[in-house]
């Protein structure tokens, strides 16, 4: 078992078909840490109002994260677009954060680096212009992507039948490859890197675009979890500080072709 100062998860998306729960199970077993961030859409409400899917094994997701919680693990659910708290506990949330025994709610952070750089962890949803100012058309998008994940499931399968052992993600190649969302992409990068610039912080740590990266934006550290759906990707630091990208699917860090847009090394990153 390798163990971290802190990781940082989020869009598992459980109570979706999409989840890759087999890997994150996988990823709760082999590592542990001080403090666990759940940054946000780690249930998916959105479709489990549409179509309810809840097996056994999402149910253990749950329970592993709680079990971590009562063995001196430090749980911080930070609330996302697709969570029941944010449709349940949005007007308690305005009140302050909330405690449900070990688990503590929350719509930010901030989290303190070992060498005192402060970081804002946030799902980002809010930064979201389309989100934001277009609602339908995120609803819209999300029932398109959720279309692209079925065909992707569909190839994978004909793939095993050939006798072929990579994964190819169709709706991540649709998304390295069209120019849209790729600037889409970057301007989010650059409106949650200067927010948190705006507040005084070091770096910003979040999801929500499920396009994991660590890099440098307006002077400040960028660091995307990425997600359970088609990257399996984690971020994690380490006793020293350093911050890293865990794409568990391979098992090997920081794969450019998955963070995408650019790849310095860590060592460009405040605090890593």
Not at 24 to 35: N, Q
Not at 183 to 205: C, H, P, Q, S, T
Request: neutral net charge.
């Amino acid at each position: 078992m390798t163990r971290y100062r802190s990781i940082f998860i989020s869009d598992v998306h459980l109570g979706t078909r999409d989840c890759r729960v087999d890997l994150l199970l996988d990823f709760l077993r082999e590592t542990d840490c001080d403090t666990l961030y759940l940054v946000g859409d780690i249930l998916d409400f959105w479709q489990l109002k549409r179509n309810w899917f809840w097996p056994e094994t999402h149910s253990t997701v749950i329970q592993k994260i709680l079990r971590k919680s009562r063995h001196g693990t430090k749980v911080i659910y930070i609330q996302g677009n697709h969570d029941p708290v944010h449709f349940f506990l949005d007007k308690v949330l305005e009140r302050g954060d909330v405690h449900f025994g070990d688990l503590e709610i929350a719509r930010e952070w901030i989290h303190r680096g070992v060498d005192g750089r402060r970081y804002l962890v946030i799902h980002g949803d809010a930064f979201d212009l389309c989100l934001t100012t277009l609602p339908w058309l995120t609803r819209a998008g999300d029932w398109g992507y959720s279309v692209l994940l079925r065909v992707n499931q569909i190839l994978c399968f004909v793939n095993r039948l050939l006798g072929r052992t990579s994964r190819w993600s169709l709706s991540r190649a649709v998304k390295n490859r069209v120019k849209k969302v790729t600037r889409f992409i970057g301007e989010y990068e650059g409106i949650l890197a200067m927010a948190a610039k705006n507040r005084g912080m070091d770096g910003v740590i979040c999801g929500h675009i499920h396009f994991p990266a660590s890099l440098e934006r307006e002077g400040v550290a960028y660091l995307n979890t990425g997600d359970w759906v088609e990257h399996a990707s984690a971020l994690a630091e380490s006793h020293s500080g350093r911050f890293e990208i865990l794409l568990w699917g391979d098992r090997r860090p920081r794969d450019p072709e998955v963070t995408g847009l650019r790849e310095p090394s860590l060592e460009e990153i405040p605090g890593s």
